[in-house]
C-alpha cells in the first residue's frame, strides 16, 4: 500500500483537485504565478484534501458542491510550507528547491499570504459560516502551534505534554479539521461528524510523531530533505526527549541542544545518543497508540469502500517511510 493507491476510490475527485488548483492560482502578475505553480507541482501527499474528499463523500455530493473546500484545504496548507520553509530557512522540501531558496523570502511570504487569501476567497463564496468558523478557528491553532514551536527551541527542559500540545496545534488539529469539515459537507450527524474529527486527529498526531521519528531514522533521499533536520534546529521531539530523559549520556545531549549553532559532527553524536536508547521504539508505540484510537472511533455507518480506504490511512501512516 502506498499513497498513489490508498485513495483510489476519490481517484478522480483527487485529478480534478489538482486542475482546481493550478486554475485557482492563477495570476497576472508572473513571479506569483511561477511560485504558485512551483508549489503545486512540487506534488506531496495531498493527504488534509484527500481526507476531506473521502469524509465528504459518506453521502452522495455532487462534485461541485465539494471541490472549492478541497482547494482550499490544500491552498492553506501550502501556505503553511512556504512560511514554514521561510521560518527554518530551508533550501529543500520533497527533495526539491524551496520557493524561498530558488526565489527569496520576500516573494516567498507573499506569495503564502497570496495562497492564504485565495483559499478563503474561495470558501466565502462556496461554504457556510460554520464551516468556515471551523477552518478559521484552525488557521489560529497552527499559528500558536508555530509560536510554541519558536519558543521551545534548544529548550532540553520541555515534557512530553508540551510537544504533544505543540504538533496538536501544529499538525493534528488541521486534520481533524479536514474530515470534521468532510462529515459537514457531507450532512452527517453531529456524533458522525465529531467522530471523523477524533479520527482525524488521532491520524495527525501519529502522522506527526511519524514525521519526527523519520527525521531521526531516514536519510535525506527518502524524506526528501536533510536527515537530523529537527535536532540541527533545536526543535526537540518524542525521540530527543525520550533520550534526554532515559539515556546515560543525557548531559551530552542537552548540551548539543543548547548549542545554537550544533556542528554536523554534534548532531551525529546527537542522533547516536537517540539511537542508543529505545527512543524510536517508545515514540513508534506512542503512534501505534494514537493508530488504534483513530481506528477505533471511525463511524460504522461511513460505506463500506470509503471506510477501508480511511483504514488504509491508518495502516499507511503507522508504516510510511517518508
Given at each position: 500500500?502506498?499513497?498513489?493507491?490508498?485513495?483510489?476510490?476519490?481517484?478522480?475527485?483527487?485529478?480534478?483537485?489538482?486542475?482546481?488548483?493550478?486554475?485557482?492560482?492563477?495570476?497576472?502578475?508572473?513571479?506569483?504565478?511561477?511560485?504558485?505553480?512551483?508549489?503545486?507541482?512540487?506534488?506531496?501527499?495531498?493527504?488534509?484534501?484527500?481526507?476531506?474528499?473521502?469524509?465528504?463523500?459518506?453521502?452522495?455530493?455532487?462534485?461541485?458542491?465539494?471541490?472549492?473546500?478541497?482547494?482550499?484545504?490544500?491552498?492553506?496548507?501550502?501556505?503553511?510550507?512556504?512560511?514554514?520553509?521561510?521560518?527554518?530557512?530551508?533550501?529543500?522540501?520533497?527533495?526539491?528547491?524551496?520557493?524561498?531558496?530558488?526565489?527569496?523570502?520576500?516573494?516567498?511570504?507573499?506569495?503564502?499570504?497570496?495562497?492564504?487569501?485565495?483559499?478563503?476567497?474561495?470558501?466565502?463564496t462556496n461554504v457556510n459560516n460554520n464551516m468556515l468558523k471551523v477552518l478559521t478557528d484552525v488557521m489560529c491553532s497552527m499559528c500558536e502551534g508555530e509560536i510554541l514551536q519558536d519558543q521551545d527551541?534548544?529548550?532540553?527542559?520541555?515534557?512530553?505534554?508540551?510537544?504533544?500540545?505543540?504538533?496538536?496545534?501544529?499538525?493534528?488539529?488541521f486534520i481533524a479539521a479536514s474530515c470534521e469539515l468532510g462529515g459537514m459537507s457531507a450532512d452527517l450527524s453531529q456524533a458522525e461528524v465529531e467522530a471523523l474529527k477524533k479520527f482525524g486527529y488521532?491520524?495527525?498526531?501519529?502522522?506527526?510523531?511519524?514525521?519526527?521519528?523519520?527525521?531521526?531514522?531516514?536519510?535525506?533521499?527518502?524524506?526528501?530533505?536533510?536527515?537530523?533536520?529537527?535536532?540541527?534546529?533545536?526543535?526537540?521531539?518524542?525521540?530527543?526527549?525520550?533520550?534526554?530523559?532515559?539515556?546515560?549520556?543525557?548531559?551530552?545531549?542537552?548540551?548539543?541542544?543548547?548549542?545554537?549553532?550544533?556542528?554536523?559532527?554534534?548532531?551525529?553524536?546527537?542522533?547516536?545518543?537517540v539511537h542508543d536508547t529505545a527512543a524510536v521504539e517508545y515514540s513508534y508505540q506512542r503512534v501505534a497508540d494514537y493508530l488504534c484510537e483513530a481506528r477505533s472511533v471511525l463511524p460504522q455507518s461511513?460505506?463500506?469502500?470509503?471506510?477501508?480506504?480511511?483504514?488504509?490511512?491508518?495502516?499507511?501512516?503507522?508504516?510510511?517511510?517518508?
Amino acid at each position: 500500500m502506498n499513497k498513489n493507491t490508498m485513495f483510489n476510490i476519490i481517484e478522480s475527485d483527487l485529478t480534478r483537485l489538482e486542475a482546481e488548483l493550478l486554475s485557482v492560482i492563477h495570476s497576472p502578475v508572473e513571479l506569483i504565478k511561477n511560485i504558485s505553480d512551483h508549489l503545486v507541482q512540487a506534488g506531496g501527499k495531498r493527504l488534509r484534501p484527500a481526507l476531506y474528499l473521502v469524509c465528504a463523500r459518506s453521502k452522495s455530493v455532487n462534485e461541485a458542491q465539494i471541490m472549492p473546500m478541497a482547494a482550499a484545504i490544500e491552498l492553506i496548507h501550502m501556505a503553511t510550507l512556504v512560511h514554514d520553509d521561510v521560518i527554518d530557512n530551508a533550501s529543500t522540501r520533497r527533495g526539491k528547491p524551496t520557493a524561498n531558496a530558488r526565489w527569496d523570502n520576500h516573494a516567498s511570504v507573499l506569495t503564502g499570504d497570496f495562497l492564504l487569501a485565495k483559499a478563503f476567497s474561495i470558501v466565502a463564496t462556496n461554504v457556510n459560516n460554520n464551516m468556515l468558523k471551523v477552518l478559521t478557528d484552525v488557521m489560529c491553532s497552527m499559528c500558536e502551534g508555530e509560536i510554541l514551536q519558536d519558543q521551545d527551541t534548544f529548550d532540553p527542559d520541555q515534557s512530553e505534554d508540551q510537544y504533544l500540545i505543540r504538533i496538536a496545534k501544529k499538525t493534528a488539529d488541521f486534520i481533524a479539521a479536514s474530515c470534521e469539515l468532510g462529515g459537514m459537507s457531507a450532512d452527517l450527524s453531529q456524533a458522525e461528524v465529531e467522530a471523523l474529527k477524533k479520527f482525524g486527529y488521532s491520524i495527525g498526531m501519529a502522522f506527526q510523531i511519524t514525521d519526527d521519528i523519520l527525521d531521526i531514522t531516514a536519510s535525506s533521499e527518502q524524506i526528501g530533505k536533510p536527515a537530523g533536520n529537527d535536532l540541527r534546529q533545536g526543535i526537540v521531539t518524542l525521540p530527543v526527549i525520550y533520550a534526554l530523559k532515559n539515556s546515560e549520556r543525557k548531559s551530552e545531549l542537552r548540551e548539543i541542544i543548547l548549542n545554537r549553532v550544533p556542528t554536523e559532527a554534534a548532531v551525529k553524536v546527537g542522533l547516536k545518543i537517540v539511537h542508543d536508547t529505545a527512543a524510536v521504539e517508545y515514540s513508534y508505540q506512542r503512534v501505534a497508540d494514537y493508530l488504534c484510537e483513530a481506528r477505533s472511533v471511525l463511524p460504522q455507518s461511513i460505506p463500506s469502500g470509503l471506510r477501508e480506504c480511511l483504514l488504509e490511512v491508518a495502516d499507511f501512516v503507522g508504516l510510511r517511510k517518508y
